[in-house]
């Protein structure tokens, strides 16, 4: 018998069929009104709202990075490999494996194509992706259900694909007004009946908190809120789930051993749960998971450890892919709720280091697991499986050995990370700007080039807001507004907490800085079209201490790593093509430095090179460190399932490190953690520069 069915046949029958017994047919009632709606939408709490996607619009660099993106695996997903190529949410066709796991990927391109080519005005990439949506929504079961039989068929169990796909048709009402999605998300949720508690399933939340706000409709919160306490009784009784409850994450110490997606998607919850129910006690414990990922789980790059599993932080563990999509969605949504910049910082740095450190420069390739410290990633070099002790059976049945290398579809059967990754900068780009709808005004929660256009003030007033910046690689950020008329409304811009100076200027004179709360200074005066505020955040260069005596350096929001020399040779992949070949990534240049000790004749020096169109491939910026080589530092060669496999290897023993050391000391240049493939993050520290050998 599974986890699911023992428990739920102890669960009092009461508790599983009141809900439903008290939940008439959608159908019977009238379409909400436009004030019921508003006034549902009032009841929602919370400091900022996300805008429609494409009310923010990418400039400068960051538009560069975008149109890459589209160029490279988003836009060719569907022509390059299987189940991409179905017709998952296109046809009611079943997967010819009876996976549930096609109609996920497809959903993850869905919204993330979809979200591109709104942002981008691309139209090819929003008929691609609206067509699912629509042929979705306009084939509604009788009782309201939407998507393919085979999910259906699985009962309460594949209820996860659905809360994937939606958020694709929730971001095109949003953009389009398309009516047909909140009355069809309504009727889903109503009328065809199921459990949504076992552990992903429960993310539905999201979609029916969504919908509750465009309705008003009371049985979707009351839905939503009885799910969500039934799964976590359901979470609570299952072996191997307690980290997926509340009580874990009110706790102290890291995570248990739970699924790092999981619980990225399940601990965004409460913070919706707050929002549409002002119950602190949902806020508490969606900023308490939160909590433990930042005080136990956090790689350099800014993505949790998540070999599959929450890990330690050492220089060899890794992230997967899909957490550095999924982490920082999580993160957005506690920074609606809370008005916290923490969480802008966090976003922040997982966009500009993690994420751009595991995916090709081209986004024709990615890999599956990324790690600070990567100095070999081919088809036969994921240490992580080694170290994690994963069984050789499965290394071999999942492509285990392929995770780390760069290929269209790296080393998963699944291929999770290549969809998701359509996802990663449209969401960063939505949730640059944030509405104020208490004061009626906008607030500026991420940083980089781009421009805004919303309804400001007392009397709505559109105003439109661009950000002139080459943030992060420069510290200055100036805004300018236009506006058709005067208008008075507060304009909310975050300060970073690693910035201990920050200045304003408007209109280029100086003011006294505003009191920083919660990460963020108001401005809030009358503006006329013309106006501008400057932002300076000056950044200092700093250093962070990791496990196993390592050390990495930082400046501002970047973290900073040397570019092993290195060669691509591509390698034959039943899902690559001549256009997104696969990858094997050798060193051909010496790696295995240890820095020597900071003094005042010996510190980090900072160059700033003219800002480039394409930052993550031609860095602007470089850090000088100096350091000497390191004896018997060197790659792990090992067998696995009767196949060679080199590896990279831990950091050096810190006791040994002084009398291993060889050569004269050298000067190395570092670059942003971005524009790395193969790197070095995390540094061996001497304490004490030996005598030269």
């Not at 996976?99 to 005005?121: A, K, Q």
């Not at 900072?606 to 080589?629: H, K």
């Amino acid at each position: 018998m599974s986890d699911y069915t023992r428990i739920m046949s102890s669960i009092n029958r009461r508790e599983l069929l009141q809900l439903t017994a008290t939940l008439p047919l959608a159908a019977a009632s009238a379409t909400a009104t436009a004030a019921e709606a508003a006034t549902s939408a009032a009841r929602s709490t919370g400091a900022f709202d996300e805008l429609p996607v494409g009310a923010v619009r990418p400039e400068g660099w960051l538009r560069t990075q975008l149109r890459k993106q589209v160029d490279g695996v988003t836009s060719h997903l569907q022509h390059l490999y299987a189940p991409f190529t179905s017709k998952a949410w296109l046809a009611d066709e079943p997967d010819p494996k009876g996976s549930w796991w096609p109609w996920e990927v497809r959903g993850y391109w869905c919204d993330g194509t979809l979200r591109c080519g709104l942002l981008l005005d691309n139209q090819t990439l929003i008929d691609e992706a609206s067509r699912l949506i629509k042929y979705t929504f306009s084939n509604p079961a009788s009782d309201g259900y939407l998507g393919p039989t085979a999910l259906r068929a699985a009962g309460d169990a594949n209820r996860w694909p659905h809360a994937v796909f939606f958020r694709a048709a929730m971001a095109w009402h949003d953009s389009t007004g398309d009516k047909t999605i909140v009355e069809g998300l309504r009727r889903h949720y109503l009328e065809s009946k199921f459990n949504y508690i076992a552990d992903r399933a429960t993310t539905n939340v999201e979609a029916m908190l969504w919908t509750y706000e465009r309705t008003g409709d009371e049985r979707l919160l009351t839905l939503a809120e009885d799910s969500w306490a039934r799964s976590q009784k359901f979470l609570a009784m299952s072996e191997g789930s307690f980290g997926l409850t509340e009580q874990s994450w009110l706790s102290p110490g890291p995570c248990g051993e739970v699924h790092g997606v999981t619980y990225a998607e399940l601990t965004k919850i409460p913070a919706l749960l707050y929002r549409a129910t002002r119950e602190q006690r949902y806020l508490s414990a969606a900023i308490g998971a939160q909590r433990k990922i930042f005080e136990h789980h956090l790689l350099p790059g800014g993505v949790p450890s998540t070999s599959e599993i929450l890990s330690t932080t050492t220089a060899r563990d890794a992230h997967e892919v899909c957490n550095a999509i999924d982490y920082p969605w999580t993160w957005g949504y506690l920074l609606g709720a809370t008005g916290d910049g923490m969480y802008g910082d966090r976003i922040e740095r997982v966009t500009f280091n993690g994420l751009p450190g595991s995916i090709r420069k081209d986004f024709k390739a990615l890999q599956y697991y990324s790690s600070p410290n990567q100095f070999i990633c081919t088809g036969h070099s994921d240490h992580v499986s080694s170290m994690k002790g994963t069984p050789l059976a499965t290394i071999k049945e999942w492509r285990y050995l392929q995770r780390m290398s760069y290929r269209p579809s790296p080393g998963h059967s699944v291929v999770c990370c290549p969809g998701n990754l359509s996802r990663a900068l449209p969401n960063y780009i939505s949730r640059m700007w944030m509405a104020d709808r208490r004061g009626k005004g906008l607030a500026a929660t991420l940083y980089g080039p781009s421009r805004v256009t919303h309804r400001v003030g007392a009397t709505p007033t559109e105003v439109e807001v661009h950000a002139d910046t080459a943030y992060p690689y420069a510290d200055s950020i100036l805004f300018r507004l236009k506006t058709q008329r005067e208008v008075e409304f507060p304009l909310h811009l975050r300060v970073p907490g690693w910035c201990k100076a920050p200045r304003i200027s408007i209109n280029d004179a100086d003011i006294p800085l505003p009191q920083i709360r919660d990460g963020f200074v108001t401005l809030r005066r009358v503006w006329r079209s013309g106006d501008s505020v400057r932002l300076q955040l000056p950044m200092t260069m700093t250093t962070s201490k990791w496990p196993q005596d390592g050390i990495a350096i930082e400046r501002g929001p970047l973290v900073y790593a040397y570019p092993i020399e290195q060669q691509w040779t591509k390698v034959d992949d039943e899902r690559s093509s001549p256009e997104f070949p696969a990858w094997d990534l050798t060193p051909t240049g010496a790696w295995n430095y240890a820095l020597l000790p900071e003094s005042d004749q010996n510190k980090p020096v900072f160059q700033q090179q003219s800002m480039t169109g394409d930052p993550w491939s031609e860095p602007p910026a470089s850090i000088t460190v100096n350091a000497r080589r390191v004896r018997d530092w060197q790659l792990v060669t090992t067998r696995v399932n009767d196949e060679d496999a080199t590896m990279t290897p831990r950091l050096p023993d810190p006791a040994l490190l002084t009398n291993s050391v060889t050569g004269a000391s050298q000067p190395l240049k570092l670059v942003p953690y971005a524009s790395t493939e193969l790197r070095v993050t995390v540094f061996p520290r001497l304490k004490v520069e030996p005598l030269s050998s």
